[in-house]
T-cell receptor, first 110, second 113 residues
Framework: QKEVEQDPGPLSVPEGAIVSLNCTYS??????FMWYRQYSRKGPELLMY????GNKEDGRFTAQVDKSSKYISLFIRDSQPSDSATYLC??????????FGTGTSLTVIP | EAGVAQSPRYKIIEKRQSVAFWCNPI?????LYWYQQILGQGPKLLIQ????????DSQLPKDRFSAERLKGVDSTLKIQPAKLEDSAVYLC???????????FGPGTRLLVL
């Protein structure tokens, strides 16, 4: 079993839709949870990171962590064509050891 | 603040040749990572440095891959000899101790023929 599981998609939505991206994990020792956005032929770009269970909001983006279910989500409201990218979830153990999901490819259609 | 710099951006070599990648992290970042990202997959950690010491190289194929970080700043990753399955994007990232985030460079896209 992989440490981090992420549905690779692809996911295609119309502009303005609410997008939900999800990851599950198996290691209860993970402490920090991150979402990265990766455009084609670019390096991953940190979108959000959170430590505790609950929600964290930043503009159109909301990150949700449920440690009891070992499940994290990223919600994108009012999705835009510029949001078209691959979204990677990542988690870290103490000592800055990072584990990544495989990424979900998102296309927002104008 | 300048980001993580990597070079070259693209490299095409034949199998059994050698290749080297260079990374310059964000100024002041003590932690440096090299990842391998195969098309359609998430980044896989190859090696993690803390200053110029190795923290984790458990997934580095040491028979062909080597990495160093002299003086705790720049780093190079070398593959010798390359195999077809080494075709991937090699990402460098850096971060600060105690900060549970990392910042990525643009990557080096390697194609082994």
């Amino acid at each position: 079993q992989k440490e981090v599981e992420q549905d690779p998609g692809p996911l295609s939505v119309p502009e303005g839709a609410i997008v939900s991206l999800n990851c599950t994990y198996s290691n209860s020792a993970f402490q920090y949870f991150m979402w990265y956005r990766q455009y084609s032929r670019k390096g991953p770009e940190l979108l959000m990171y959170t430590y505790s269970s609950g929600n964290k909001e930043d503009g159109r983006f909301t990150a949700q962590v449920d440690k009891s279910s070992k499940y994290i989500s990223l919600f994108i409201r009012d999705s835009q064509p510029s949001d078209s990218a691959t979204y990677l979830c990542a988690m870290s153990l103490p000592g800055n050891q990072f584990y990544f999901g495989t990424g979900t490819s998102l296309t927002v259609i104008p | 603040e300048a980001g993580v710099a990597q070079s070259p951006r693209y490299k095409i070599i034949e199998k059994r040749q050698s290749v080297a990648f260079w990374c310059n992290p964000i100024s002041g970042h003590a932690t440096l990572y090299w990842y391998q990202q195969i098309l359609g997959q998430g980044p896989k950690l190859l090696i993690q440095f803390q200053n110029n010491g190795v923290v984790d190289d458990s997934q580095l194929p040491k028979d062909r891959f080597s990495a160093e970080r002299l003086k705790g700043v720049d780093s190079t990753l070398k593959i010798q000899p390359a195999k077809l399955e080494d075709s991937a994007v090699y990402l460098c990232a850096s971060g600060t101790s105690g900060q549970e985030t990392q910042y990525f460079g643009p990557g080096t896209r390697l194609l082994v023929l």
